[in-house]
């Protein structure tokens, strides 16, 4: 099923003008602060197709800068974004590409904080749905509609094993999983959408796993913030 | 979900002896794994932030961010105010709340997406004005809102719900099934005369395209949400009076993937096709163009 409940189809509360080009842009930017784990401090969107076409009539643009300031999708600022995000000390800029792209409404962003640089590829499916594409150079299918965990790690026997009985143990439910490495042996990424979000400490543990690098929670629930750990 | 189609919707109803809305609520706690109250609780904040998007509509300037729309909620209630209407005082109400919401939506005011925000306006234009004039309470009204999600779930899951994938009839010709068979509910109507509604209303929205001009979800998309509230309420009416759909709701849900996939992409949200092309839609959309400046490159 595309549409897992109730609330995928009344709702969300928003800001108008449009579910696509505004909620699902939110929605979006707010997967890529949370991949970030940070506010970032200079964020560069690329819009391909209808986001390219109509996004200063729709706010689309609004709506991206406010998703990195981790507003929800009713937030009544909303229309500021873009005067918040000066206040915060936020760079903005916006790119239109006419190359083809995964889906009609998508957006590529690239992020920086101090050193670390984050890229994800992402589109607006309707209704504010989402569908998250790539993080960094790692193919992922993420919707957004459930906390996950983002694990970056070395291609190891045995990892996914320890976390997968981390997580059992901690009567975390998997409900969907994704693996993508660069090669064997090499660098990992591993993203898994639980039913319910894993606590700071059990992240904490995770983190001191062998070949963990590092570990960010994607939690688009109101309010919640990025885990930066 | 225990179902994915809108026969085996009524079939539980009926076996459980229950309401779309009820049968709904409890599919979404099992799903979920969420106490019912907070469920409930969600869904009252949705109905609240429509209230208000109607009572904004109604009472403030609506003017959208292009400026091309703004307004119409409150001219045509007070029309409605001054005198006699043509489609009658009930119609002309949902009409005019339906077409506030929509104006606060391209305002970028807040709305409940519903199923998305471009169709905004039909579900509470129908609930409020109905709440008023029967004097439902809020809860009945909440319940009726998860009869129309659990509409809203089958369609989307058989078909779609955005115009982008399948032209208007998606966007609006759900949001309007879903208030039909709602609004079957909240009188009192039986599950399955609520199904019957879905399909009456479905099937003349059939072919609608989706032809936003400039893009924008403005010009024709509000007047439609306002029209679609008026077309909700006239299923209802049918289904309640015991007319069916000769052709199963579900069946005209395929056919609504049907003729959506077989739309020519300029006919789906591209703004290359219909009124987006018209003399006067190819002028509004150079217009915009000129007057809203590019956003600087601030890096």
């Known amino acids: 099923m595309r549409f897992k409940d109730v609330f995928s189809i009344i709702g969300p509360a928003m800001t108008g003008p449009s579910s696509s080009h505004t909620a699902g842009a939110v929605r979006l930017a707010r997967v890529a602060r949370h991949w970030l784990g940070v506010q970032p401090d200079r964020a560069r969107m690329t819009l391909y197709g209808s986001f390219a076409d109509t996004y200063k009539g729709h706010g689309t643009d609004l709506a991206l800068i406010a998703g990195l300031l981790n507003y929800d999708t009713d937030d009544y600022r909303i229309p500021d974004a873009e005067q918040c995000a000066d206040q915060a000390g936020m760079e903005v800029e916006f790119a239109v590409s006419g190359l083809p792209a995964p889906h009609p409404n998508t957006v590529r962003f690239e992020l920086w904080k101090d050193e670390d640089q984050r890229t994800l590829l992402g589109s607006s499916i309707g209704g504010g749905n989402i569908h998250v594409q790539q993080l960094n150079e790692f193919r992922v299918n993420l919707t957004g509609e459930l906390p996950t965990l983002v694990l970056l790690h070395s291609d190891k026997p045995g990892t996914l094993g320890v976390v997968t009985s981390a997580l059992g143990a901690a009567d975390i439910n998997i409900a969907y999983m994704h693996v993508d490495r660069k090669g064997r042996d090499g660098e990992a990424l591993t993203a898994i959408e639980t039913d319910s979000p894993a606590s700071a400490e059990l992240i904490a543990e995770l983190r001191a796993l062998p070949y963990m690098y590092e570990i960010r929670m994607i939690n688009l629930k109101k309010g919640a913030e990025s885990d930066a750990v | ?299």
């Open chain 2, 1 to 299: 979900m225990r179902f994915s189609h809108l026969h085996e919707l009524g079939a539980l109803c009926a076996e459980e002896s229950t309401t779309i809305g009820r049968l709904m609520i409890k599919e979404q706690v099992q799903e979920t794994n969420t106490p019912e109250e907070e469920i409930f609780r969600q869904m009252s904040d949705y109905y609240e932030v429509m209230k208000e998007a109607v009572h904004r509509g109604q009472t403030q300037d609506t003017v959208s961010r292009s400026g091309l729309t703004g307004g119409d909620g409150k001219r045509l209630a007070e029309y409605l105010r001054a005198g006699e209407t043509c489609s009658g005082d009930a119609s002309a109400l949902a009409m005019a709340y339906a077409l506030s919401v929509s104006e606060v939506n391209a305002s970028m005011g807040r709305i409940v997406a519903t199923p998305t925000a471009g169709s905004c306006g039909v579900i509470p234009g129908v609930f409020i004005s109905a709440q008023e004039r029967f004097g439902w309470d809020d809860e009945h009204m909440v319940r009726g809102l998860f009869a129309a999600g659990a509409i809203g779930y089958v369609i989307a899951n058989n078909s779609f719900i955005s115009g982008a994938e399948g032209g208007c009839q998606a966007e609006i010709g759900s949001a309007i099934g879903m208030a039909a068979g709602a609004m079957v509910e909240l009188r009192g109507g039986t599950p399955e005369q609520a199904i019957h509604a879905v399909g009456l209303a479905l099937k003349n929205t059939l072919g609608l395209i989706c032809d936003p001009v400039a893009g924008l979800v403005e010009i024709p998309c509000i007047v439609r949400n306002g029209l679609g509230a008026v077309t909700a309420l006239a299923a209802a009416d049918m289904a309640l009076a015991g007319v069916r759909s000769a052709i199963p709701s579900d069946e005209v849900i395929d056919v609504m993937l049907e003729v959506g996939s077989a739309m020519p992409s300029k006919h789906r949200e591209t703004a290359k096709g219909g009124l987006a092309q018209t003399p006067t839609g190819k002028r509004l959309t150079e217009s915009l163009t000129r007057n809203i400046p590019a956003k600087k490159d601030k890096s």
